[in-house]
């Protein structure tokens, strides 16, 4: 998956090669830093203005000053694929830290570093069109997973857990009662219902989760935010996780057992459709079954 070659440092643009930091960065030495994935569809970005929004919440609420406005950020990340002629399926990172300073755990005088990259993305088409796995562990995180913040050992861990497992997600609870996964939401489908936990400071407030919110009212397909049990996942007719990477993604098989008749159920199926026509993908054929 190619890193195209102009970046943004700052807003200006450098050769990716050219951009590196200091050893004594707020991001690699605390983690002190907020980021963002946004996903871009045939040279288009696909919910933006969301993640634009959410970056300056995220930086907001660990008091880390942007050096440029959201119409500057805006201007800069267009022109990010146009300088790289990005016309297909992509995602871009940002990342913004406290800056590069000399270790110490009280904020440094500094300016904020700040960078972005295009890299290009197929969708995943196969997982979308048959579903995959996921393992249930426990939801060891910090209290504000509101914030996409760069502290990501935990979600490391269990993800790499549902990796040596064979699996795609690790789903997270707490007590019981299921957050979110390593790197997405998630969702269960009962009786036709769709419930998933409310936006609340336990899980990070997906742009994606989001827009599937309105697209189930769309779709007259009931929508819960009510945290549902472990249990409750397990005798689920339908299960399925959203991000700006996974899209809808469904899961056909938690720990060692099929969810419903092990394939993707109709509601997910016709979320994802909903979602693709959205996301103004040519190919929308790509749904469950
Ligand atoms: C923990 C977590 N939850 C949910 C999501 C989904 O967020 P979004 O829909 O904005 O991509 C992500 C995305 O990376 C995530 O890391």
């Known amino acids: 998956m190619t890193v195209h070659s102009y970046v943004l440092s700052q807003l200006e643009f450098v050769d990716r090669h050219s951009l590196t930091y200091p050893f004594e960065e707020r991001g690699l030495q605390f983690g002190d830093g907020v980021y963002e994935v946004i996903r871009v569809y045939g040279g288009n970005y696909y919910l933006k203005n969301e993640h634009v929004d959410r970056l300056f919440r995220s930086a907001e609420a660990v008091k880390i000053d942007l050096p440029f406005s959201k119409d500057e950020l805006h201007a800069s990340l267009s022109e990010l694929l146009s300088k790289n002629n990005v016309t297909g399926n992509a995602k871009v990172y940002l990342q913004a830290t406290r800056g590069s300073a000399t270790r110490d755990h009280v904020f440094p005088s500094v300016p904020a570093n700040f960078y972005a990259y295009v890299q290009d993305m197929p969708r995943p ?76 400071n336990q899980i990070l407030h997906g742009c994606v989760r989001a827009r599937v919110k309105q697209l189930a009212y769309q779709e007259k397909i009931p929508f819960v935010e009510a945290a549902f049990s472990a249990t409750q996942l397990m005798e689920a007719d339908e299960v399925f996780v959203t991000s700006s990477t996974s899209e809808v993604m469904p899961i056909v098989q938690v720990d060692n057992q099929t969810i419903g008749n092990g394939k993707p159920g109709n509601i997910t199926s016709k979320l994802q459709h909903a979602y693709a026509v959205d996301a103004n993908i040519a190919d929308y054929s790509i749904v469950g079954k």
């Open 125 to 200: 088409e196969e997982k979308l069109r048959h579903g995959v796995s996921a393992i249930v562990r426990p939801d060891i995180r910090w209290q504000n997973c509101y914030i996409k913040s760069l502290n990501l050992l935990p979600n490391v861990l269990a993800k790499q857990e549902a990796s040596e497992y064979g699996a795609y997600e690790a789903i997270l609870h707490r007590d019981g009662k299921v957050t979110e996964c390593s790197s997405s939401n998630v969702y269960i489908v009962k009786k036709g219902t769709v419930y998933t936990h409310p936006e609340t």
